[in-house]
Each structure stands twice: as structure tokens, then as C-alpha cells.
């Protein structure tokens, strides 16, 4: 988990100013060794929304959520983000020698909270992920999921407004997740957080996601956005999660194909 500070929006917006957490307008991302990762991406997504990034592997989605978290700069356009944003990834990256309640008080203790005000907030923040009567066990007496979800109350310490996660419950078993699903968007709308999440599975896309962002391959560009007009509460296992699984699918598969067309007709040059 990383703590980004706060970066100002300023100028037009897709969204109202005050409604909009994030922007990307004409994002590229080129590295060094010439390889584009990102290619003319624009992005508003508004506060509170739930937006979920999906795209074969190497089509850039974590770069994105590096350039938005301010890890590492666009090499053009610009990245403006309103709010504190913390960073999740697929391991939960725990101090294995500290409790689930110290690590959590690591955070406050990062953000300025005297030590003796720390552990009432971090007893407050393990119930909210429902893991208060675990507060006193380490890393390797938990779960993968107890540890995803010690990681999270560790990113809501630090008071963020916008919360970017990158395959937070990919290395877990489906029945985890899926109560981890009902976890983060519980907690996500009870706190009015603005979630930008990475998945390389599909229907979790559509059970969680107000909006869904297809990714063509590398470079990354958007090729295809979805609306999620399925009601809440929702189930991976419903026919209308299947049957948008079913549309963002064929879509990645279309592009997936275009780019080893590409690639092909490259290599056929002379």
C-alpha cells in the first residue's frame, strides 16, 4: 500500500469540477526502452464511482494506476487527481513481525497520529473490515483474505479519498473473493471513495463496477467503456453479471485478435 498526496484538478473536466476525482486527458506513457504502454488515453472518473480496468496482460492497466497514483510521470498529457490516494496491490505486503493492529497503527502513525491515539482508530477501522477480534494476530496467523482485509483498514487510515487497487483478489479462491466482493462495496459506498480497481477477471468487473474500461493492447488506449446497469446487491453468479461477462469477453477477444493482426502485418514489412 502506497499514500499519495493530494494533486489539485484544475481546468475543464468531463464531470463538474466538484464532482470529478480523476482525470487523464491525452495520457502516454513511453519507457526507455521505447516500448509505448500507454497511447492518447482520456479518463474522468467522478467521485465515488466505482470503475473497473480490464484488458489482456501487458495492455498497461497498472501503468495507469502507477501514472494515477503518481508513481511515475506521463511522458505526455496530464494526470490530475482531487483527494488523497492510497495504492493496493495483490499481495498485501503486511510487516510480518507487527500485528494486524500494529500495522494498521503504522499508517496513522505515518500520518501524524500521536501513539497514544493510534489503536482505538485501528480497532475502529479492523471492525469496519470485520477482523476487530483478529487485532492481535501477525501476517502468517491470518488468512489471504484476513490479509487483504488488514490491508485495506491499513489504506482507509490514511484517510484516503481515492482508492486504486490492482489485482487486489486475484492470488484468492473464488469463495474469498467473492466475500471480499461484498466487503469492498460495502465499505467503498459507506465511505464515498472513488475506486479505480484492475482485474483481469471480467465478471468480477461487472460485480463490482459502476463503470467498466476495456483497454485495447499495448499501447494501451480505451477501446470500449460499459455502463453496469445491473441493480445492486449484485452476484458474480447472476445471469445479468453473465451476460455483460459474456459482451466485455467478446470485445477483449476482438481486440486481442486485432493486435496479433497487427503485430503480423508488422513483421511482414519490409
Known amino acids: 500500500m502506497t ?56 495492455c498497461g492497466k497498472s501503468t495507469l494506476l502507477s501514472l494515477v497514483a503518481g508513481l511515475d510521470p506521463a ?86 479519498d481515492v482508492l486504486l487497487m490492482d489485482e487486489p483478489f486475484g492470488a484468492l479462491d473464488a469463495i474469498t473473493r467473492d466475500v471480499l466482493h461484498d466487503e469492498i462495496e460495502r465499505i467503498t459506498r459507506e465511505r464515498g471513495l472513488t475506486t479505480l480497481f484492475v482485474t483481469h477477471n471480467v465478471r468480477e468487473a461487472a460485480r463490482l463496477g459502476d463503470r467498466i474500461v476495456l483497454l485495447s493492447s499495448r499501447p494501451g488506449r480505451i477501446a470500449h467503456e460499459f455502463a453496469v446497469d445491473i441493480s445492486r446487491p449484485r452476484r458474480i453468479e447472476s445471469p445479468a453479471v453473465a451476460a455483460l461477462s459474456a459482451e466485455i469477453t467478446a470485445e477483449l477477444r476482438g481486440e486481442v485478435r486485432r493486435h496479433a493482426h497487427d503485430v503480423t502485418d508488422q513483421g511482414a514489412q519490409p
Not at 493492529?101 to 485501528?122: H, I, Q, T
Open 3 to 58: 499514500l499519495i498526496e493530494p494533486r489539485t484538478l484544475s481546468g475543464d473536466t468531463t464531470l463538474p469540477r466538484h464532482r470529478t476525482a480523476i482525470r487523464l486527458d491525452g495520457v502516454s506513457k513511453r519507457y526507455r526502452n521505447g516500448v509505448r504502454a500507454l497511447d492518447g488515453v482520456d479518463l474522468t472518473v467522478g467521485r465515488g464511482e466505482f470503475v473497473c480496468l480490464v484488458g489482456a496482460s501487458g
Open 75 to 160: 511522458t505526455s498529457g496530464s494526470v490530475e487527481v482531487a483527494g488523497r490516494v492510497a495504492l493496493m496491490f495483490q499481495e498485501a505486503a503486511l510487516l510480518p513481525w507487527r500485528t494486524a493492529v500494529a500495522n494498521v497503527e503504522l499508517a496513522l502513525k505515518l500520518s501524524g497520529v500521536p501513539r497514544g491515539e493510534r489503536r482505538r482508530p485501528a480497532l475502529e477501522l479492523l471492525d469496519l473490515v470485520r477482523l476487530v477480534d483478529f487485532a492481535d494476530k501477525r501476517p502468517h496467523e491470518l488468512s489471504g483474505g484476513m490479509r487483504q482485509r488488514v490491508a485495506l483498514a491499513r489504506s482507509l487510515a490514511q484517510g484516503a
